[in-house]
């Protein structure tokens, strides 16, 4: 299967935006996915469809895609936006997640 | 309200295998997938495999055929994942998901360890 290549990490301070980003070859054919994980708390799916917000996650959230690479932009970072981040994709030989990105909020 | 709720934690020695399950409630069992992902310490998320609770066939990667087995059974709309000949670095949290990657378990943490 392919990789999905993310920054290790990302730091912004409060109310500045935030932009992580997620590389890979297959990336123009397949939906992306992405989640925040807090410490010591599963996953949770916060863009789906590349730019689809699930119910309940806040619109500052945000999924955009141009070509290989696509991007989670976080507007007015937020204290509680502090998370390690993963993109996922999916091709024939199933799912795979990117290495993720720990968000820091300065 | 969707919940899959996973076994408790265990500690298994070198060699050993284990077996967590995954009961589904607030849905109908049967029409979605089940993924199973894991979760090293300190790591990243890596996905195992997914199942189809309908007809039972599943996907693996490559890396974990021949050691990991995920069945199901529908009259309890309960998911297992079994893995095999364990090593200290299976030591993980594993996680069932549901096929949209929506809703996750709440994790079990396997520690393999002599």
């Known amino acids: 299967s392919y990789e999905l290549t993310q920054p290790p990490s990302v730091s912004v301070s409060p109310g500045q935006t935030a932009r992580i980003t997620c590389s890979g070859d297959a990336l123009p054919k397949q939906y992306v996915f992405w989640y925040q994980q807090r410490p010591g708390q599963a996953p949770k799916l916060v863009i789906y469809k590349n730019t689809q917000r699930p119910s309940g996650i806040p619109e500052r959230l945000s999924g955009s895609n141009s070509g290989t690479t696509v991007t989670l932009t976080i507007s007015g970072v937020q204290a509680e936006d502090e998370a390690d981040y993963y993109c996922q994709s999916a091709d024939s030989t199933g799912v795979v997640f990117g290495g993720g990105t720990k968000l820091t909020v300065l | 309200q969707v919940h899959l709720v996973q076994s408790e934690a265990d500690v298994k020695k070198p060699g050993a295998s284990v077996k967590v399950s995954c009961k589904a409630s607030?849905?109908?069992?049967?029409?979605?997938?089940i993924h199973w992902v894991r979760q090293a310490p300190g790591q990243g998320l890596e996905w195992m495999g997914w199942i189809i609770p309908n007809s039972g066939d599943t996907k693996y990667p490559q890396k974990f055929q021949g050691r990991v087995a995920l069945t199901s059974d529908t009259s309890l709309s309960t998911a297992y994942m079994e893995l095999t000949s364990l090593k200290s670095d299976d030591t993980a949290i594993y996680y069932c998901?549901?096929?949209?990657?929506?809703?996750w378990g709440q994790g079990t943490l396997i520690t393999v360890s002599s």
């Open positions: 607030g849905y109908t069992f049967t029409d979605y997938y």
């Open positions: 998901v549901r096929e949209d990657f929506d809703f």
